[in-house]
């Protein structure tokens, strides 16, 4: 069965350094995005992605962050600035299809800690 | 307004009992509302979900509950069983003229089913 893949699965960084989180979404799914859990909280949106341009991001997802897909492959998310307040679980997901009805399928998540 | 409430924040069932997890939302805008479950290190699965042109879905133990007028919603799980211990949430989100698949999650519910 097709799957999310993400990694890594856990990044220490230091506050203040760049961070680069990647996915790979299901081969044959257009419509990418990220999402955070801080520890004991909610799933958060963070951005939506389709052909190469951002569809749309949340108040969270600000200057400090940018998503890219380098490649037919991948998808990342990169943190220019790590905050201490970053640190959290970041999911991928993926869907085939755009709009509200269509299953968005997760990775298993990278847990980021900023010290 | 885009927030999605959840209760409870947890939850122990014997097995074989009933788990009844609810979620309120207050955006009339949103017309998509699925359940996610969650294991501890793997990332947020599709359960199951529901549109609002209808009051009841079922898909084996699992039901979705749908009520437009009060704008709540509930997961039933009938006949529950200790594999069914996880974390699970309730999301919304728009329609495909509003959103790009933008899901806004509910706090989670932490399910123990004991044998």
């Known amino acids: 069965e097709p799957e999310v893949t993400q990694t890594p699965s856990h990044q220490v960084t230091q506050m203040g350094q760049e961070v680069i989180l990647r996915c790979v979404p299901i081969?044959?799914?257009?419509?990418f995005y990220w999402y955070r859990q801080i520890l004991g909280q909610k799933v958060e949106f963070l951005v939506s992605f389709y052909n190469n341009e951002i569809s749309e991001k949340s108040e969270i997802f600000d200057d400090q962050f940018s998503v890219e897909r380098p490649d037919g492959s991948n998808f990342t998310l990169k943190i220019r600035s790590t905050k201490l307040e970053d640190s959290a679980m970041y999911f991928c997901a993926s869907s085939l299809r755009q709009g509200a009805r269509n299953e968005q399928f997760f990775g298993p998540g990278t847990r980021l800690t900023v010290l | 307004q885009q927030q999605v409430k959840q209760s409870p924040q947890s939850l122990i069932v014997q097995k074989g009992g009933i788990s009844i997890i609810n979620c309120a939302y207050e955006n009339t805008a949103f017309d998509y509302f699925p359940w996610y479950q969650q294991f501890p290190g793997k990332g947020p699965a599709l359960l199951i979900a529901i549109r609002p042109d209808v009051s009841e879905k079922k898909e084996g133990r699992f039901t979705i509950s749908f009520n437009k007028s009060a704008k709540q919603f509930s997961l039933h799980i009938m006949d529950s069983q200790p594999g069914d211990s996880a974390t699970y949430f309730c999301?919304?989100?728009?329609?495909?003229?509003?959103?790009?698949?933008?899901?806004?999650f509910g706090q989670g519910t932490i399910l123990t089913v004991h044998p």
């Open positions: 081969s044959n799914h257009l419509y």
């Open positions: 999301a919304a989100s728009g329609s495909y003229r509003t959103s790009y698949g933008k899901l806004t």
